[in-house]
């Protein structure tokens, strides 16, 4: 019987938490399933091909590789190669089940698919990225385009492997890819609020999320329900973030999730809002507190149709009762063009990139100093 590797660590120790992820080990068996009826014959050639074991039935193929799983882990390599991504995703696989009863149909009913099996394993993404990676937050500042004056921080998740720094697209791509994203979206949250503590003050923070990765809001955000109080922040500084593709995905449970949100006093914002009838349409039914302009727009000015459009969401926003936030502003011109469009708020290299603040500065009694954030 085989063991998972458990490995990476979390937070880069700003919250003092640790997280691990489950890397399957070497098997020696796999049992694979499918309705697809052509998938399980070309397993079955490849096994066999070379040399291990192979009891075929019309929609599960068990294999058993003698040889310590060498094979397997070649079989898998194989499959990678031999299959398309849809006919991964068609595919379950359990490795090494128990022998019966309970045990095996729990394995079977909560089996991975083939896709996020080579995907944990390393085979079709670079999982090392995210499961050998220390992570933490950076934050980067938002200014009032008034005065500008710093008035909040957006956090993002970083990760360094090997000493090279992952973004946070790299490791969110693979934990999706692997089935971790629920898992990696809920350390986000959690390290983005813990490691503000020591320095936010009176600003505002905004956390990202996606809705995805939360299947019934009273449950699974329980964990950042609990380090929210712990850390003591006041509900009305946190602004959880959804970008509008995925928000786009699932509306009606997006509301459930902001709803619960709201219930807590936190407040919800819409990310990356521009052209087109789904953006006015989703602002009219989720009314979120604030409105990030889409960023891409943003750098288009001055066109005209890039004004026209902004000038529109911004209007609506207002009416709605939101606070609007430019993103990607990069110049001064820039700054001056959302500035004249009603803008409120500003994000962008302008005003500052996103920076790790200084590790805080730990008293006697074990308790953080607060420490002001690096601000550029």
């Not at 085989?2 to 660590?9: E, I, R």
């Not at 079955?44 to 192979?54: D, E, F, I, N």
């Not at 009219?284 to 902004?310: I, N, S």
Request: with cysteine; glycine share 10%; hydrophobic share 45%.
């Amino acid at each position: 019987m085989s063991h998972p590797a458990f490995v990476g660590t979390i937070c880069g120790g700003v919250c003092g938490c640790r997280q691990n992820w489950e890397v399957p080990g070497p098997a020696t068996r796999a049992l694979l399933a499918t309705s697809i009826g052509h998938v399980l014959p070309t397993v079955s050639r490849l096994a066999k091909a070379m040399g291990m074991t192979v009891h075929p039935s019309p929609q599960l193929v068990d294999i058993r590789d003698d040889r310590g799983g060498r094979r397997l882990d070649m079989l898998f390599q194989r499959l990678a190669r031999e299959l398309t991504a849809a006919e991964t995703e068609a595919v379950r696989v359990v490795t090494d089940p128990p022998a019966d009863g309970a045990p095996l149909t729990a394995r079977l009913l909560t089996a991975p698919t083939l896709a996020v099996e080579l995907a944990r394993r390393g085979v079709t993404v670079e999982v090392g990225v995210l499961a050998e990676a220390e992570l933490w937050s950076v934050y980067q500042p938002i200014v009032s385009l008034a005065d500008r004056s710093v008035v909040a921080h957006e956090a993002l998740l970083r990760g360094v492997v090997d000493g090279r720094e992952v973004g946070g697209g790299d490791l969110f791509f693979v934990a999706e890819q692997a089935g971790w994203l629920h898992r990696l979206d809920r350390i986000g949250r959690e390290s983005a609020i813990a490691g503000a503590v020591p320095w936010l003050g009176d600003d505002d923070l905004f956390v990202n999320f996606n809705p995805t990765s939360i299947y019934r809001p009273q449950v699974c955000l329980v964990g950042t329900e609990r380090v929210v109080h712990d850390t003591g922040i006041a509900p009305e500084q946190l602004v959880f973030e959804v970008v509008e593709s995925h928000a786009i995905a699932d509306r009606g449970h997006l509301v459930s999730i902001l709803d619960h949100y709201r219930s807590l006093g936190w407040r919800v914002a819409l990310d990356d809002v521009g052209a087109g009838w789904s953006s006015l349409s989703l602002l009219a039914a989720v009314r979120p507190d604030v409105v990030k302009l889409d960023k891409r727009l943003v750098q288009e000015l001055p066109d005209d149709g890039a004004r026209t459009v902004l000038k529109a969401v911004t209007e609506l926003a207002h009416q709605l009762g939101a606070v609007v936030v430019a993103e990607g502003i990069e110049t001064e011109r820039l700054a001056e063009e959302v500035t004249a469009l009603g803008a409120d708020l500003g994000q962008g290299w302008l005003f500052g990139r996103p920076v790790r603040p200084d590790p805080p500065v730990e008293e006697l009694e074990g308790r953080w100093q607060p420490v002001t954030p690096a601000r550029r």
